[in-house]
């Protein structure tokens, strides 16, 4: 069962589309008066295509059984994804997958840091991704080279024949990162291969707007809804919150480890001092910091370099430089952020 699915409840008459999954083996999905309503895994059952078509055929013999032309059509509005397929253990090819029921003109290109500065953009392809369709690129994407992995834009628009609700074009930028990209493994839609997946329309659907403001509407709560409502799982309204790194950050091990390094190695010690830097930078930028510093110190000048290199590759660094000799000596860089 996945995104776009059409479904039906076993113990119900509602029809509807797969829009995501909840904790707890609970489906969202979406029926066909706009409403998305939260159900158990197991009170679901797949529509097959066969299925559908036979219910939407009239027959003649029988008026009470005949399904007005004018019902009104569930359509999977959300379902647009990047997939990056292995090829082997070291490689990665790149699907552009729709997993709507819309036609999506499309183009796609990569964004990276030029070499006199700024942002340089490279286009890989575009075309019309038909419904439940997907393009593979031509690049291949080398997993020692993550860290230079460009940014990758997505343009879009949404076409249905017919008379149809005018939708806003698609936009979206994605930013590959290592604990979020690879954290699971799972199978794409449409090309069914496992394979690392971003859903980029995820927080871009147009859903009916916020309870708060929404005015009242003329519908009846059915009993299942209030059931399934009570039975949402708590987990979901939790929010993420972004720690918001000082002005300064100091990456002596010194400052690192106050206790002492205990048994670990030269290379032990550069780990964690870069992972504290790209910790400390995603965060300032996440959170909306203007510019950072970091204080390295001057030693043999490796760890100066790999992390002058880090930030001259960043896409969301607009420049970096010596920090105040006087006040941090030659030991320190200040990164002022996009």
């Known amino acids: 069962m996945n995104i776009g699915d059409k479904v039906r409840l076993l113990r119900a008459k509602e029809q509807g589309v797969v829009s995501r999954f909840l904790p707890g083996d609970m489906i969202e999905i979406e029926i066909e008066d706009g409403f998305r309503i939260p159900v158990m895994r197991s009170e679901l059952v797949l529509v097959s295509p066969l299925e559908a078509e036979r219910l939407l055929k009239a027959n003649p013999y029988d008026p009470q059984k005949t399904i007005a032309p004018t019902a009104p059509t569930i359509l999977a509005n959300q379902g647009i994804y990047l997939a990056f397929i292995p090829v082997n253990d070291r490689e990665y090819t790149l699907h552009l997958i729709n997993n709507t029921d ?28 038909k419904p439940k369709s997907q393009q593979k690129m031509n690049d291949l994407y080398v997993h020692a080279q993550f860290e230079a992995w ?42 069914n291969q496992p394979g690392f997946l ?50 300064v950050v100091d990456l002596h091990v010194e400052a690192l480890l106050p206790k002492g390094t205990g048994s670990r190695t030269p290379a032990d010690l550069l780990k ?37 290199k880090r930030l001259g590759k960043h896409p969301n660094v607009r420049f970096f430089e010596d920090a105040q000799k006087q006040k941090f000596g030659y030991g320190a860089t200040k990164v002022t952020i996009k």
Do not use: C
């Not at 290592?178 to 493994?185: R, V, Y």
């Open 102 to 129: 819309w036609e999506f003109p499309y183009l796609i290109g990569e964004e990276s840091a030029a070499a006199g500065g700024g942002v340089q953009f490279r286009g890989l392809q575009s075309g019309v991704l």
């Open 150 to 191: 460009p940014t990758f834009v997505v343009q879009g628009l949404w076409f249905r024949a017919g008379k149809t609700s005018l939708r806003q074009p698609f936009m979206k930028r994605f930013k590959a990162r290592a604990a979020t990209l690879f954290k699971e493994k799972v199978k794409a839609p449409i090309l």
């Open 198 to 247: 971003t859903q980029l329309d995820a927080d871009t659907a147009e859903p009916a707007p916020p309870a708060s403001n929404r005015p009242p509407q003329p519908k009846t709560i059915r009993p299942d809804e209030l059931k399934a409502e009570m039975l949402k799982p708590k987990a979901e309204q939790t929010s993420v919150s972004i720690e918001r790194p000082t002005s």
């Open 272 to 308: 964690l001092q870069l992972e504290t830097f790209d910790k400390a930078l995603e965060n300032a930028i996440a959170s909306g910091m203007s510019e950072i510093t970091f204080i390295h110190g001057v030693g043999s000048g490796a760890l100066r370099t790999e992390l002058h």
